[in-house]
C-alpha cells in the first residue's frame, strides 16, 4: 500500500492520524507493506529546480524533513511514528511545533542534517518522479494504491482493498473485523470528498506567480 500525500494538508493530516495509524494498532502491519511518499500536489519549477508546494515553503521543507526520515528510518514502525506526529500537530494547527517530534517518536535529528545538505532534495526529486508516473494520473491527495489499484475516491476504504488482494491463509484478524477501520471523519463521499485537489494547487502557483510579478 502506498499513501501519496503532502504535510500540510489538512485531509492528508486526517486520514494519517486517524485512518492509517490503525495499521499499527492491529496485526496488519505484519502482512503490509506500507510506502509513504510526502510529494503530493508539489511540482518542480523548470527555470530553477525549486519546489513549489500547495500549502507553502512550510510544507516543501516539512515533505522534504519527512522523506529525509523515511530515508533515514526505513523501518516503517520508526519513520511512521515521526510523520504520524508531525501530521497531529498539523491536524491540531501547530506544525510549527515539528521539531519536537523527533524526541517524541524516539528518533535523532540527523533529518535536518539531510534537509540542509541537499539530499532531501534528491530525495523529493524521486518521490515527484515517482507521483508524475502514476496511472491514471493523481487528481488529489491523499491518494492511496494497493496492490497497484488506486482507490481513487474510495482511498478511506482502503482496508477493504487490502484484505481482498491478501491471498494467505489465515487472513489477518484485522480482515475480520473492519468496522475498527470505520473513517473517523465527518465528511462522506456523496456530500464532499475530503482531499486537496491538485488542479487547485496549479491554480494557487499560478496566483502567487502573479503577486510576485511588478
Request: proline share 6%; hydrophobic share 35%; glycine share 4%.
Amino acid at each position: 500500500m502506498s499513501v501519496y500525500y503532502e504535510s500540510l494538508c489538512p485531509y492528508c493530516a486526517e486520514f494519517i492520524v486517524n485512518s492509517v495509524v490503525k495499521i499499527f494498532q492491529t496485526d496488519l502491519i505484519n502482512f503490509l507493506n506500507l510506502q509513504m511518499v510526502p510529494w503530493g500536489n508539489a511540482f518542480i519549477k523548470p527555470d530553477d529546480g525549486s519546489f513549489i508546494c500547495q500549502h507553502g515553503e512550510d510544507e516543501c521543507l516539512l515533505n522534504t524533513i519527512e522523506a529525509c526520515t523515511i530515508k533515514i528510518y526505513p523501518d516503517v514502525s520508526k519513520h511512521f511514528r515521526f510523520i504520524h506526529c508531525v501530521e497531529r500537530l498539523t491536524v491540531e494547527g501547530a506544525h510549527n511545533q515539528w521539531m519536537n517530534c523527533f524526541q517524541m517518536s524516539g528518533l535523532d535529528t540527523s533529518p535536518i542534517d539531510c534537509y540542509n545538505n541537499g539530499n532531501g532534495k534528491a530525495i523529493e526529486e524521486y518521490y515527484a518522479k515517482q507521483t508524475a508516473q502514476l496511472n491514471p494520473p493523481i487528481r488529489f491527495v491523499p491518494w492511496v494504491v494497493v496492490n497497484n489499484q488506486p482507490l481513487q475516491e474510495d482511498y478511506q476504504n482502503f482496508v477493504s482493498y487490502i484484505c481482498r488482494a491478501f491471498k494467505g491463509n489465515p487472513k489477518p484478524e484485522a480482515c475480520l473485523s473492519l468496522s475498527k477501520f470505520t473513517s473517523d471523519s465527518n465528511y462522506t463521499t456523496n456530500s464532499f470528498l475530503p482531499v486537496c485537489y491538485t488542479n487547485e494547487a496549479q491554480n494557487l502557483s499560478s496566483l502567487r506567480e502573479k503577486d510576485k510579478s511588478p
